[in-house]
Each structure stands twice: as structure tokens, then as C-alpha cells.
């Protein structure tokens, strides 16, 4: 009998949806999506009370945000150890090198044919492993993450941003050189502008693998602080309302920080195709 | 052709400035160990030394080889020190993993394409999904598991299902969408149903699209099973390996293991590929 409940919320919610989808305006999409989310947070909340699942197992919404609550000192303080010390500046870090080597295999088709394939293969690889290693050559603190991150982050950007150089065709580049455009000129004016799009889709891409790699890498060694710290001892004492609670500000900081790089986009690659409304 | 030479150079560089770096790195601790025994090394012996230590900060390619050839062929394969048997167990969930997350992406990008309420309220949070660094998760649902006393392979399976399920929705979502109005009108015209359109146009036109997107989840579901062999005490596996070479300084451990795994994903990669290539040969798809 517990059931009914549940299956009628969700029967009734799927029914509005399936109302308002055929209207298909902008606010109606972003109804649909908001109560979709909405039901699945209350079906879980109304499943975990109704069976009286352990919280050791799988929390409630409501526990979930109360521990955040409760918590919000510790949260920050791992939010900037390993979000804004490890991820970030591992990021900037990476991307910058990428970029820099992008250009520099520019210059020279005998490094793209050599390195390119290399860093194709590389950026397949599980690069997060390397991260004991890079723990063991830099310290327990940040330093060692930011290191794991500028690794993971390099080759996607690198293999990326090299695309974009090459995305100018013939036609534009005889036009830069009637305007007699030193090599300088033209990667200013013409070919860094044509890049962006495939530098931002590299950008884009890699916001993830940096919180990723920030996280992993401190299960490998850490102060005590930290995302990767946090939830490993959570774990340990079986406060999963707390690991949630982290694993929320880890979405959260993840959006933000993709919401952030997609709208830099926006602005730098306004003439874009695909920015077009 | 035009493409062996300098790929040959690059590595060759690469090994050369591995092997300066090195000397470099483990220097001090050669120098320290002359130190304490009082004694001097000549600039010959200093190198010799770096390059031949046991726990070196960074060993020599030629010992990853030799710890790479132990690993492999020195050992029975059902050893724990073989790294065929942690290879296999890592690859066991892999494939697993691989296999429940394509299947669901899959499904999920049919109901898609088919259905306007799936699509305007699963997509955006599958999307949304993304921004959570699943592998953060990863020792959690090895906990949650393992407190309802399921352990081994299903777990890791899990998060590497996770991680390869999204790369294939989004493939498989605008795969499934390339056919034009065109094409698809064609199909009315003949009076072909859902499923006809379906299984002849749709699914066939996806198909370069799903295996770009495999390639990406299968490298993608390897990491997420040597991520979920870290945190919760596995002892076996590639990312127990690692783990247990990073408690104990075992440097040498941890290269081969890390190569072992490379290996493992470039072979899981050009498998797909080959798959690829198959396919889309019988379907006259083939460049």
C-alpha cells in the first residue's frame, strides 16, 4: 500500500509534463524540466521515508540539505582547498601551456605530424592515474592536485586549440597575405579569432576533468581538508548525508564553472554559427 | 608514411629528456647515500646509480620495461603479483561497466528522438548530470554496495556505466536526429510506420556517430573502473596497484601499472575502431 502514493505522484507529474510539452514555448521547456527534477527529488524523499531505508544506504533530500546546512563552514573550506587551490588554478594553468604549445606546433608542420598523433592517443588515456605519482613528487597540498589537473587538462585543450589553428582555409590566408599581414598579424587577427570555437569546446570539456582530477588525486594523499579528503573519512564514519552534501557543493561548483566558461564563450565567439538564435 | 618519422622522433625525444630527468630527480639520493657512506661518486657512477636504484622518484624506461615484462610474463598469470590477473579484473568491470552504460544510453536516446516529454524533461538533467564529478561518488557507492553486501565486480561496473552512458546519449541523440526532413518525408511517402523509419533510416544513419561516441565511453568507463578500485580497499585490480605502490613508495610498481593500463585503454579504443570499421564497410559506409 505504500506504493500508491508514490506511483500516483508520479503518474500526475508525468501527466502535467506530457500536458505542457505540447506547447513547447521556452517557459514551458523550462517547466518540464524543472518538475521533472522536482518529482525525482520527492519520489526520493517519499521512498526513503516510506521503506525507512538507513541513511547509511541512501539519505534523504531533506537529510542531504540539512547536513549542508549544518556544515557550511567545513563545505567552504573544501570548496576553496581543492575548487579553488587544486581545480582552478591547475586549469588556468593547463590551458594556458596548451595554448602556448598550440601555437608552437603551429609553426612547425614536422611537430604537428609527430606530436599530434601522440596527443591524441594520450588524451585517451586514464591520465588520472599519474596522480600518485605527482602526489609523491609535490607535496600532499594543492600543489600536487593543481599538478594532476594542468596534466589532465593539457591534451584535450592542446589537441583542441591545434584544430582551431588549422580551421582558416586557403581563400582567407591569401586574403591576409594580399594585405601583405606579417605571421604575427594573421594568428592575431585572422587565425586566434577562428580558434576560439574550438578552443571554448576544449575549455568546455575539460571544467570537469579539472574537479575530477582535483577530487582523485587527493585520495592519494591530502591535508586535512579538502573535497577528496572530506568524503573519503565521511565514508569511513558512515556520515553519507555529509558526502552528499559535498558531492551537491561539487555540482553546484560544477555548473557554476561551466555556466561561467560557456558564457565567456558567448561573448568571445558572438559571430559564431552556433551562437546564432 | 609521411607520419612514421616524426612520430618516431617525438618519442625518441621523449625517452631521451625521461631518461635526463631521471638522473636529475634521483640525484639527491644517490648523493645522500654517498654522503652517509662517505664516500665520493664519480660523475660516471652518479648516473649509474640514478638509474638503477629500487625506489627511484622517477625510474628509468628501461626499468618500467623490466618491471613491465616481470608483471606480464614472469609471473603465473593467476598470481597476485601478475599483472594479467589485475589487468583482467580491471578490464572484467570495464567491459561490464561498457556494456550496461551503452545499452542505457541507447535506450535513453530512442525514447528521446521518439518522445517530446522525454526529451524536454530527461535531457537537460542528463546534461546537468554531467557537472557532477561522478568519481567523487565513487568510494560512496562502493560503501552503499558493499553495506548491502554486494562486493567485486558489479560496483565498479556501476560507475564506469555511469561515466560511458552519457558520451553515448549524446552521440546516439544527434545520430538518430540526422536524418533530414528530406529523408524522412521519402519514408512517409512510402508509408512506412515508426518502426519502419526507424530500423531503416534512423538507425543505420546513427551509426558513425554511436562509435565516435563508444571510442570516448570506452576510454571513459576504464577510468571510472580504476577510479572505483581506489578508495574502498580493493586489493586487486590496476587502481589498487596503484594505490598500494603509492603507500608504499613503490615507484616502480606504480609506472608499470600506469602503462599496463594505458595499454589497456588504447587496446579497448582500437578495438572499437575495428568494429567500426567492419560495420561500416557492410553498410557501404566506409571511406
Do not use: C
Not at chain 1, 556544515?71 to 587551490?85: A, E, G, P, R
Not at chain 2, 609471473?75 to 594479467?84: G, M, N
Not at chain 2, 526529451?119 to 560512496?140: C, E, F, R
Request: positive net charge.
Amino acid at each position: 500500500m505504500t506504493a500508491l502514493p508514490i506511483i500516483a505522484v508520479w503518474l500526475s507529474a508525468w501527466g502535467l509534463n506530457a500536458w505542457l510539452a505540447r506547447f513547447d514555448t521556452r517557459l514551458t521547456r523550462l517547466l518540464v524540466a524543472l518538475i521533472f527534477g522536482a518529482t525525482i527529488l520527492i519520489l526520493w524523499e517519499m521512498i526513503v521515508r516510506a521503506y525507512g531505508v538507513p541513511s547509511v544506504i541512501l539519505p534523504a533530500p531533506s537529510q542531504i540539505w540539512a547536513s549542508f546546512m549544518a556544515n557550511t563552514s567545513i563545505l567552504w573550506v573544501d570548496f576553496v582547498q581543492t575548487i579553488l587551490k587544486g581545480a582552478l588554478t591547475g586549469w588556468v594553468m593547463g590551458a594556458l601551456a596548451a595554448i602556448a604549445t598550440a601555437i608552437l606546433i603551429d609553426r612547425s608542420p614536422f611537430l604537428q605530424r609527430g606530436l599530434l598523433p601522440i596527443a591524441n592517443f594520450v588524451a585517451a588515456l586514464p591520465i588520472v592515474g599519474i596522480a600518485p605519482i605527482l602526489v609523491m613528487w609535490f607535496g600532499f597540498d594543492w600543489q600536487s592536485k593543481a599538478a594532476v589537473v594542468v596534466v589532465m587538462v593539457f591534451f584535450p585543450i592542446l589537441v583542441n586549440m591545434v584544430a582551431g589553428l588549422a580551421a582558416t582555409d586557403a581563400m582567407q590566408r591569401d586574403l591576409m597575405a594580399t594585405w601583405s599581414a606579417g605571421y604575427w598579424q594573421s594568428l592575431w587577427k585572422m587565425r586566434m579569432p577562428a580558434a576560439m570555437p574550438f578552443l571554448f569546446n576544449g575549455l568546455k570539456i575539460t571544467t570537469t576533468l579539472a574537479l575530477i582530477g582535483a577530487i582523485v588525486a587527493e585520495f592519494f594523499g591530502s591535508p586535512t581538508r579538502g573535497m577528496g579528503f572530506r568524503i573519503s573519512t565521511a565514508v569511513g564514519q558512515l556520515d553519507l548525508p555529509l558526502v552528499w552534501a559535498e558531492i551537491l557543493v561539487a555540482a553546484i561548483a560544477g555548473s557554476l564553472f561551466y555556466g561561467i566558461v560557456a558564457l565567456i564563450e558567448k561573448r568571445v565567439t558572438f559571430w559564431h554559427p552556433s551562437q546564432r538564435k | 608514411m609521411s607520419r612514421v618519422l616524426p612520430v618516431l622522433t617525438v618519442i625518441a625525444a621523449i625517452i631521451l629528456v625521461w631518461y635526463v630527468a631521471a638522473i636529475g630527480m634521483n640525484a639527491q639520493w644517490a648523493k645522500d647515500q654517498a654522503a652517509r657512506a662517505d664516500t665520493t661518486l664519480t660523475t660516471g657512477e652518479l648516473i649509474a646509480d640514478t638509474l638503477s636504484q629500487d625506489r627511484p622518484v622517477l625510474p628509468a624506461p628501461h626499468q618500467v620495461a623490466a618491471g613491465l615484462w616481470d608483471g606480464l610474463a614472469g609471473q603465473k598469470i593467476t598470481s597476485r603479483r601478475s599483472l594479467v590477473y589485475h589487468a583482467w579484473i580491471t578490464l572484467s568491470a570495464t567491459m561490464a561497466g561498457f556494456a550496461i552504460g551503452s545499452l542505457a544510453g541507447i535506450v535513453l536516446a530512442v525514447g528521446i528522438t521518439h518522445s517530446k516529454v522525454m526529451d524536454q524533461s530527461v535531457m537537460p538533467w542528463a546534461v546537468a548530470s554531467q557537472t557532477v564529478p561522478i568519481l567523487a561518488i565513487a568510494p560512496m557507492v562502493i560503501v552503499v554496495f558493499a553495506s548491502v553486501g554486494v562486493t567485486g565486480l558489479l560496483p565498479k561496473a556501476m560507475i564506469s556505466a555511469w561515466l560511458s552512458f552519457f558520451p553515448v546519449l549524446v552521440g546516439m541523440v544527434k545520430g538518430l536526429r540526422t536524418p533530414d526532413a528530406m529523408q524522412l518525408d521519402l519514408m512517409r511517402s512510402w508509408s512506412a510506420t515508426r518502426s519502419q523509419a526507424f530500423w531503416r533510416l534512423r538507425l543505420p544513419s546513427s551509426m558513425p556517430f554511436l562509435f565516435a561516441s563508444l571510442k570516448i565511453a570506452v576510454a571513459a568507463a576504464l577510468v571510472g573502473t580504476i577510479v572505483g578500485e581506489l578508495p574502498a580497499g580493493a586489493t586487486s585490480g590496476l587502481g589498487a596497484r596503484l594505490l598500494s605502490g603509492s603507500y608504499y613508495g613503490q615507484t616502480v610498481q606504480i609506472w608499470s601499472a600506469l602503462f599496463t593500463a594505458a595499454a589497456l585503454a588504447a587496446g579497448l579504443v582500437m578495438l572499437i575502431g575495428w568494429i567500426e570499421r567492419m560495420t561500416l564497410r557492410r553498410m557501404g559506409l566506409a571511406k
